[in-house]
C-alpha cells in the first residue's frame, strides 16, 4: 500500500466478518473458494467507524454486482497445483483468457439464466463483463431486499460519501445458488492506500547515491543492471486515481531513465479522474517505470477502493489477460471475498503474478492486511535502505512493516517447514521485503518524500517483469517457487537476511520473521537460478 512517509491509516480499523458458519479457509495448495453455505452470496462486513444511518429507503437504487460460479472446479484446482509442480507435465504450462473461458468460464446459456432471473425479479442490467463471470445491476433497495432476503441501511464512512451496506447475509435465490458464486449488494470502502508523505521534500539524493531506481537496482542487484530492462514484458496496477503525465516525465527525465515502454489507462470504473490517492498512483508507476523502463504499464483505474470496484479491475485484467504482473498498493483488515479469489485463481491459471504491500501499521494488533494475506498474492513487507562507506545497507526492518498471522487462511504448501514462522498453521505474512522508507516521487508538480510498503510492492512488479524477461516466460503463482528457492539455498546467493528491526509486535531474526518474510530478494541470482 502506498504510504508517504507519515502514513495514513491505510486501511479501515476492524474489517471482520460475521461468523456464518465455518470460516472460509486456503488448505494445502488453495481450494475453491466458493461459501460454505451455497445460499450465502454475501456475509456481512463488520466495519469498525461506520456509522449506521438506518433502512434504507425502498425506493432508492443501489447498484449490485453477481459473480458466476467456474464450471469444473475439481479440474481447475488439480491445473492449479500441478502448474507448480516441477513434477508435471503442466508446470508452468499457463493458459490464455480464451482457454480458461472455454475450460472453467460460465456458459452463454448460464449467464442468460442468471440474467433472465435478474430481470424478472425487477433488476436492470447495466453490464456484463467480457468473460461472462461477472453481472452489475441496479434495483431499488426494495426489490434488492426482497430477491436476497437481505436488509439493506444506508451507513456513513470517513469520506461522507453515500454508503450502503446489507446488514444481514444476503441469500441466494434456489435458482442462482448452482450458478452464482457470490452477490455484493453494498459499496463501502473495504481499502484505502498506504503511501504517506514524509516531513522532507525534494530529492534527497542524487541519481547515483539516492534512494531512487537507481539505489534499488544496484543495491539489489535487479536484472536491469545487465540489460534486461522489462522490454517485452507488462505490469497492470489497479488504483483508484490517474496521474498527470507531466509528472511520470519529470520523474523519469531527472534521473534520468529511458523509457521505451508504454504507460496506458483502462479505466474500469468510475471518471478515471486525478484525485487525492495520486501520490500512490505516481509512486507505482515511477517505481515499476524506473526499475524496468522497458517494461509497459497498463493504469486499471477504478472510482474508489471498494470491494466492486476492486473485483472489477481483477476480473479485467485476468480477463484481458495483457499483464503478467499485478500491483496491488492498498489494502484493509483481512476478510474472504469469493469473487477476487476466483479472478486470482483465473489469473494464476494463465501466469499472472500478483502482488500486494503488507501494510504500513506495523504488527497493527494482530490485524493484517488484505489483498496481501491471500494465499495467491505475494506479500511484501518493508526494509530500511541506507548508504554508509560506498556500500548499501539492507539488513533493517522497516518498523511500519505490516506482519502477522491470518486469522481466516490456512497455512499455505509452500510456507510448510519453514522456521522462524509465528505460526504453523495459518497463513504467515509478509513473503518477502523490499525498501520502504524512504523514496522520492514527483507529483503535483513537485517532490515529495514518500515511504511504506506501497514502495516494495511495485519495486518487486518490477523485479518480477525482469525475472520473467531472463526465464523467456511467465511465472504465475510464483510464491511455491520463491519458497523452494529459500528451503534449498537459504542466504547463500538469492536473498539478502534482515535480522534487525521490529514491527512492534514481532522481531527481525535470523531466518524467516514476520516483519520481512525470508528476506530480500537479489535480482540477478534469483532470476538466473535454475531451480526458481
Do not use: C
Request: net charge negative; glycine share 10%; aromatic share 8%.
Amino acid at each position: 500500500m502506498l504510504s508517504k512517509a507519515l502514513h495514513y491509516s491505510f486501511i479501515l480499523s476492524g474489517l471482520a466478518l460475521t461468523s456464518l458458519g465455518v470460516n472460509r479457509v486456503y488448505a494445502e495448495a488453495v481450494t475453491a473458494t466458493a461459501a460454505d453455505n451455497p445460499a450465502v452470496g454475501a456475509e456481512v462486513l463488520h466495519v469498525p467507524g461506520v456509522q449506521d444511518l438506518g433502512r434504507r429507503a425502498g425506493s432508492i437504487a443501489i447498484d449490485v454486482m453477481v459473480s458466476l460460479r467456474f464450471d469444473h472446479t475439481e479440474e481447475l484446482d488439480q491445473l492449479l497445483k500441478e502448474q507448480i509442480d516441477p513434477s508435471s507435465s503442466n508446470y508452468r504450462k499457463f493458459l490464455t483468457a480464451a482457454q480458461f473461458d472455454e475450460r472453467f468460464g460460465p456458459t452463454a446459456e448460464q449467464l442468460d439464466r442468471v440474467i433472465s432471473e435478474l430481470q424478472q425479479a425487477g433488476f436492470q442490467i447495466t453490464k456484463t463483463s467480457s468473460d461472462r463471470v461477472l453481472v452489475y445491476a441496479k434495483a431499488s433497495s426494495a426489490v434488492v431486499e426482497n430477491f436476497f432476503k437481505t436488509e439493506i441501511h444506508s451507513v456513513k464512512q470517513e469520506d461522507g460519501n453515500d454508503r450502503y451496506m446489507n446488514v444481514t447475509p444476503a441469500l441466494l435465490p434456489d435458482t442462482l445458488a448452482p450458478l452464482v458464486l457470490a452477490v455484493h449488494v453494498d459499496n463501502l470502502i473495504v481499502a484505502k492506500v498506504g503511501a504517506h508523505p514524509d516531513s522532507i521534500t525534494g530529492p534527497t539524493q542524487g541519481p547515483d547515491g539516492g534512494y531512487t531506481p537507481v539505489a534499488l537496482a544496484r543495491s539489489f542487484k535487479f536484472p536491469v543492471q545487465n540489460r534486461h530492462n522489462g522490454a517485452g514484458h507488462t505490469a497492470a496496477i489497479i488504483i483508484d486515481s490517474d496521474v498527470a503525465d507531466y509528472d511520470l516525465t519529470s520523474f523519469f527525465n531527472y534521473f534520468p531513465i529511458h523509457r521505451t515502454g508504454k504507460i496506458t489507462r483502462e479505466i474500469v470504473s468510475g471518471s478515471g479522474a486525478t484525485n487525492g490517492d495520486v501520490d500512490e498512483t505516481a509512486l507505482d508507476t515511477e517505481t515499476i517505470g524506473g526499475l524496468a523502463p522497458g517494461a509497459n504499464i497498463i493504469l486499471y483505474l477504478i472510482g474508489q477502493l471498494s470491494g466492486a470496484d476492486i473485483n472489477g479491475a481483477a476480473n479485467q485484467i485476468v480477463s484481458e489477460n495483457k499483464a503478467e504482473a499485478v500491483n496491488m498498493s492498498f489494502g484493509g483488515n483481512e476478510f474472504t471475498d469469493p469473487t477476487f479469489e476466483a479472478a486470482l485463481q483465473q489469473g494464476n491459471a494463465e501466469g499472472i503474478t500478483f502482488v500486494a504491500s503488507s501494510g504500513d501499521k506495523g504488527s497493527n494488533g494482530g490485524i493484517v492486511s488484505w489483498p496481501a494475506v491471500e494465499p495467491r498474492v505475494l506479500a511484501l513487507g518493508g526494509t530500511v535502505i541506507s548508504y554508509s562507506s560506498r556500500k548499501y545497507v539492507h539488513n533493517e526492518a522497516w518498523s511500519g512493516s505490516g506482519g502477522g498471522v491470518s486469522n481466516i487462511f490456512a497455512i499455505p504448501a509452500y510456507q510448510k517447514g519453514i522456521t522462524g514462522l509465528a505460526s504453523t498453521t495459518n497463513r504467515n505474512v509478509p513473503d518477502v521485503a523490499f525498501p520502504a522508507y524512504y523514496t522520492d516521487t514527483f507529483v503535483n508538480g513537485g517532490w515529495a518524500g514518500l515511504e511504506g510498503t506501497s514502495w516494495s510492492s511495485p519495486s518487486y512488479v518490477a523485479l518480477q517483469l525482469e525475472i520473467n524477461q531472463v526465464k523467456g516466460a511467465r511465472m504465475g503463482w510464483v510464491n511455491a517457487a520463491i519458497y523452494s528457492v529459500f528451503k534449498t539455498e537459504g542466504y547463500a546467493t538469492d536473498f539478502y537476511d534482515v535480522t534487525n528491526g521490529n514491527n512492534g509486535g514481532y522481531s527481525a531474526k535470523t531466518g524467516y520473521d514476520n516483519v520481512t518474510g525470508i528476506g530480500s530478494p537479489i535480482g540477478e541470482a534469483l532470476a538466473t537460478d535454475p531451480n526458481l
